[in-house]
């Protein structure tokens, strides 16, 4: 059974980082190119970043320059480092395996951006 | 950048009537590649349709859907209490970018 299971969000001040991790299993995840996708409330889903097989980043405009993502095979891991978080940041943040369109999604986790 | 625009905003219908959603693309989706969503409160996402036109591994067929270039369709049969949620539409390539969504209410 496939399962993608994100850890690390939470209350950051302005200006603030967290670290986003996604456990994958059920699958081989070296296989799969890997996408953040985040959901404000009551908006729909927004892809935020992806990398791929091969370890090519990909980010929308909104968040270049203060977010990383990669990914640790050995680890069947996916991370999403997030830097000078901004109010307009705040989000569920999914995992989520691309494989025929966004197959698999994890359950989310909550990043709130407030002083 | 690509455009989504869902219709209607909302659906009120009852069980065992017949849902048509409607996903306009500002550009040609090339390869058809558009997707359809349901998403229950408080859940991820679930993939009903992948290339416009083929169901997600477990989807039951009262769920289809069809279109090319920059329309596209999803139509839910025998509707049911449980198909309450919210659809979105998704050109899942280049930018990935998500529609607006349509609620769908089953009294």
């Known amino acids: 059974e496939v399962q993608l299971v994100e850890s690390g969000g939470g209350l950051v001040q302005p200006g603030g980082s967290l670290r986003l991790s996604c456990a994958a299993s059920g699958f081989t995840f070296s296989d799969h190119a890997m996408h953040w996708v985040r959901q404000a409330p009551g908006k729909s889903p927004e892809y935020v970043s992806s990398?791929?097989?091969?370890?090519?980043?990909y980010y929308i405009n909104a968040v270049k320059g203060r977010f990383t993502v990669s990914r640790d095979n050995s680890k069947n891991t996916l991370y999403l480092q997030m830097g000078s978080l901004k109010p307009e940041d705040m989000a569920v943040y999914y995992c989520?395996?691309?494989?025929?369109?966004?197959?698999?999604w994890g359950q989310g986790t909550l990043v709130t951006v407030s002083s | 950048e690509i455009v989504l625009t869902q219709s209607p905003g909302t659906l009120s219908l009852s069980p065992g009537e017949r849902a048509t959603l409607s996903c306009r693309v500002s550009?040609?989706?090339?390869?058809?590649?558009l997707a359809w969503y349901q998403q229950k409160r408080g859940q991820p996402p679930r993939l009903l349709i992948y290339?416009?036109?083929f169901r997600a591994t477990g989807i039951p067929d009262k769920f289809s859907g069809s279109g090319s270039g920059t329309d596209f369709t999803l139509t839910i049969s025998r509707l049911e209490p449980e198909d309450s949620a919210v659809y979105f539409c998704?050109?899942?390539?280049?930018?990935?970018?998500f529609g607006p969504g349509t609620k769908v209410d089953i009294k």
């Open positions: 998704q050109h899942h390539s280049l930018s990935f970018t």
């Open positions: 290339g416009a036109s």
């Open positions: 550009q040609t989706v090339s390869n058809d590649y």
């Open positions: 989520v395996r691309r494989y025929n369109a966004y197959d698999y």
């Open positions: 990398i791929g097989k091969s370890g090519d980043t």
